[in-house]
């Protein structure tokens, strides 16, 4: 059964679709909720409109932390790193992608 449930997360989580505009977006997102003592991975279709705009909020929020958290991990490895390597030029990683995102979200051009 596990076996299966992972199968399945990972179908999601691979499943794009594009929209009117080119983009293309994943269409299933996931959240984790508790009930009881359980915890539950529930997901919810980007194009369905019945789904609850509170699932995307909390979805959203928590691919956010994921990345926050991968990048705390980052900058401890590169710290250790430094430390221990004491290389003549320190590797510094930016962690603001906020220009990485605006480059990656135009539209590609094509040279005639």
Known sequence: ?????THIAQAFR????????????????AATQKRGTRTLSLSADLDDPNAPHAHFVK?????????????????????VYNEKRCPAELIQIPLDFTLDVMELQQPL????
């Open 1 to 5: 059964m596990y076996f299966q449930r």
């Open 14 to 29: 691979e499943e794009y679709r594009v929209d009117r505009l080119g983009r293309r977006y994943r269409a299933k997102h």
């Open 59 to 79: 979805s959203f929020a928590q691919r956010r932390g994921q990345i926050v958290g991968d990048c705390v991990q980052l900058a401890t490895d590169v710290d």
């Open 109 to 112: 051009r094509h040279v005639a």
